[in-house]
């Protein structure tokens, strides 16, 4: 009894010996119910029986016959060589088996047949060349070359398998022949693309100011397989954010292919793909870390171009102006991002302003300006200023922001009055509402810090036959004056500004002068006027100046102009550069529309005056003779 357990175990060795043999080349056969036997015979001697193509059965005992035979080599080797002697009818010595064909299919069937006899009895087995035992041939009876092991072409490639046929003539001779079938394993994908190992989790640096077009990395790739399942192509699977780099599919060259910035992307993971040609294709994958390198490429950079606030101008000495916070940041690193330095680029308002630096990180600074001295808006009403970062790096990169400091007002100047004290002359028969003067104060200050309000404060004697214009300081008369109540008038007029907070106001004196009328008299001579009596030119600085009207009842011919003899032709006022003084000559012309052609005489109220806001006057009465015949009086003609 022999228990069959597993495929491959040794269920009986057998042998056989012949003394008179000088041999030991001895055959063992199956004889006898070898029909689908689960066993095979290794034939050569001392070879162990092993168990082949075992499959589930219900026959719970087998029962075969072995016979031993022994022969001559010469006499079997000499036979090989005769072709009528157990000769190849197939002529199948070459064949090719894919590497992956399954354990037990078969790969060819060797026959051999015989001219000269029909073999009463013949078997096949594998002799020699089968390296690591990768073919058997299961059924010695068949002769059919079966894989007996999973075969690798990239192990083995290819096998030189010696098949050996026995046949046995009628008369118990044993013939035999071998036959040399050269097995090629053929190519499937069965191995994907492998790197080279020093190429996975590859770890590279590089500056971020390499130029386009350099190249990085040669990857090498190989695949053990042949023909397309060996042809390679290399791809990025990820990782290659806006397509910085390039890879030549072929070469496995990696090259830069747009400008590196550390700081928009400072690491790579490159995942690259090789994938060979095999249908399915097979691929393998390998990751490359680059790491790129920060050079000093940026400047500081500050928040904003241009910075503005207001301040008041009286903001205190050695405080940070509020609400300016100027940040400044360097997107570099260690040194290069560092923000060293930040100063006013001109000396013009380092003795006005200050900068305090804040350090909020190595490459974040904030910076504070600090008023350092006393600030007058009257004086310098703005500051305009270039503030400098300098960073850490060799040499140093800057940067400029413009900072405009504007300084608000405060009502910190009182009105002041253009003149201390002021006198105004006017005739006591004034009529009510005539124009004393002005007086103009004047206020530093903008704004309703400067918009002004006049009043008189006090005045003397009481009461007061004046008032004044709130914004205008216009003087005039409310009341009838008479030099018997009094001849001068001393006021205090004050002027206030409208300051929200606070009001400040300035003063000034005002005099006021009662005057009797003078009587002006002219008389003729020769073909002007001469005056008589002396003008007085009493109106201090605001009346120096005096003028003649020449009038003639409701009509105003124009005005005479002493010493220069000419007329203005459109009735106005002209000023004399001094008084006149008794004798002095006065050219008259007058214009065409004057003279009344159907009077032989004319009578002209002839007023002199000065030119002060109360506009003083005294009249006199000329009589000018005119000829009928003229229609206008030429210089240097009759009057």
């Known amino acids: 009894p022999i228990s069959l357990r597993n495929v491959g175990v040794t269920v009986i060795q057998f042998s056989a010996t012949r003394d008179y043999l000088t041999t030991d080349l001895r055959r063992h056969t199956l004889l006898a119910n070898v029909q689908r036997t689960p ?9 162990k029986l092993r168990s082949a193509r075992v499959s589930s059965t219900n026959v719970n005992s087998r029962s075969f016959d072995i016979g ?58 594998i002799t020699t060349g089968n390296t690591d035992n990768a073919f058997e041939i299961y059924d010695p009876l068949e002769g059919n070359v079966d894989v007996a092991k999973a075969l690798d072409r990239e192990t083995t490639s290819s096998y030189g398998v010696v098949v050996f046929v026995e046949q046995m003539d009628s008369t118990g001779v044993l013939w035999s022949n071998t036959a040399l079938v050269n097995i090629t394993v053929l190519d499937v994908n069965d191995n994907a693309p ?21 190249r990085v990395l040669s990857l090498n790739v190989t695949d053990i397989d042949i023909g397309s399942n060996a042809a390679i192509t290399l791809s990025f699977l990820s990782g290659n954010d806006e397509s910085t780099f390039s890879i030549d599919s ?21 995942v690259v793909q090789a994938k060979d040609g095999g249908s399915p294709a097979m691929s393998s994958s390998a990751t490359i870390y680059v790491s790129i390198i920060d050079i000093n490429d940026n400047p500081p950079q500050f928040s904003k171009a241009i910075y503005r606030t207001n301040i ?57 300006v600090e008023v350092i001295s006393p600030l007058d808006r009257e004086t310098q009403p703005s500051y305009s200023f270039v503030l400098t970062a300098e960073d850490g790096g060799s040499p140093p990169l800057t940067s400029t922001a413009e900072v405009v ?38 206020d530093k200050d903008i704004g309703e810090n400067a918009r002004l309000s006049y009043k008189i404060v006090t005045i003397s004697p009481q009461p007061s036959p004046f008032k004044i214009n709130e914004s205008s300081g216009t003087m005039v008369t409310n009341a009838t004056l008479s030099r018997a109540h009094a001849i001068e008038y001393q006021l205090v007029i004050s002027a206030t500004d409208h300051g929200l907070r606070y009001q400040l106001n300035g003063t000034t004196t005002v005099t006021v002068l009662l005057l009797q009328p003078q009587l002006v008299s002219f008389r003729m001579s020769g073909n002007g006027f001469v005056l008589n009596n002396p003008v ?58 004057a003279v009344f052609y159907d009077t032989r ?33 030429p210089l240097g003609g009759a009057a």
């Open 194 to 214: 492998i790197f080279d190992d020093d190429l996975d989790n590859l770890n590279i640096s590089l500056y971020e100011d390499v130029a386009p077009g350099q």
């Open 405 to 442: 400091v504007t300084v608000s007002d405060i009502n910190d100047n009182a009105p002041i009055f253009q003149n201390r004290f002021y006198t105004f002359h006017l005739e006591e028969d004034a009529p009510i509402g005539i124009g004393l003067g002005q007086v103009l104060a004047t």
């Open 250 to 270: 072929t070469t496995g060259v990696i090259s830069i292919a747009k400008s590196l910035d550390r700081e928009t992307l400072d690491q790579y993971t490159l």
């Open 68 to 125: 031993a035979s022994g022969f001559n080599p010469s006499k079997v080797f000499n036979n090989t060589l005769r072709s009528d002697f157990c000769s190849w009818t197939d002529q199948i010595l070459d064949a090719a088996v894919l590497e992956n064909a399954p354990i037990n299919s078969t790969i060819l069937r060797v026959k051999a047949s015989q001219a000269s006899f029909t073999p009463a009895f013949e078997q096949y087995s």
């Open 601 to 633: 005489s004319l009578s002209i109220a002839f007023k002199v005056h000065d030119n002060s806001f109360s506009s003083l006057c005294q009249p006199a009465d000329v009589v000018v003779q005119l000829e009928a015949s003229a229609a206008l009086l």
């Open 536 to 593: 007085r030119n009493t109106a201090n600085n605001y009346s120096q100046n005096i003028g003649y009207l020449l009038q003639g009842g409701q009509k105003t011919f124009g005005m005479l102009q002493a010493s220069y003899g000419s007329i203005n032709p459109k009735p106005s006022h002209v000023n004399l550069k001094r008084t006149l003084q008794p004798a002095t000559f006065v050219k008259a012309f007058v214009l065409q529309d």
């Open 39 to 47: 066993f095979q015979f290794q034939p050569l001697p001392n070879i």
């Open 312 to 368: 008041p101008e009286n903001f205190p000495e050695n405080v940070t102006i509020p609400l300016l916070d100027i940040d400044i940041r360097d997107r570099d690193l260690a040194d290069f991002g560092e923000v060293k330095r930040v100063f006013v680029s001109s000396q013009a308002h380092n003795d006005t302003f200050k900068i305090v630096l804040q350090q909020l990180a190595k490459n974040y600074v904030r910076a504070q």
